[in-house]
């Protein structure tokens, strides 16, 4: 059973940096890739970033371009989200989802095409 488990959020000041991460388990294929999206309130679900696992290329939407950088630690099956020079704007329930099969990251991920979800982890930024 593929399991994804989100940590690292939490509440920021503007300006600030959190580290999420997103550990999986359960899934033994190498080709996948790994999602991070966000909801805020009253907004639909959007694409941030994305990695394909077997050779690490990566998307960034232009909103979190320069800010954000997803990453990974083969040997502990996380791949994290580090977000740096954070904005009000960034505030949402962040999620890491997993997308089955050899795709390309070329584009901004979209909620539809992932098949397997964490539960989600609050950052809010807020002075």
């Known amino acids: 059973q593929v399991q994804l488990v989100e940590s690292g959020g939490g509440l920021v000041q503007p300006g600030g940096s959190l580290r999420l991460s997103c550990a999986a388990s359960?899934?033994?294929?190498?080709?996948?890739?790994i999602g991070w999206f966000r909801q805020a309130p009253g907004k639909e679900r959007e694409g941030v970033s994305c990695m394909r696992i077997s050779d690490g290329s990566t998307y960034y939407v232009d909103s979190v371009r320069g800010r954000f950088t997803i990453s990974r630690d083969n040997a502990k099956n996380t791949v994290y989200l580090q977000m740096d020079s954070l904005k009000p704007e960034d505030t949402a329930v962040y999620y890491c989802a997993l997308r089955r099969g050899y795709y390309s990251c070329s584009y901004t991920p979209s909620p539809r095409q992932y098949d397997y979800w964490g539960q989600g982890t609050q950052v809010t930024v807020s002075s």
């Open positions: 359960g899934f033994t294929s190498d080709y996948y890739n």
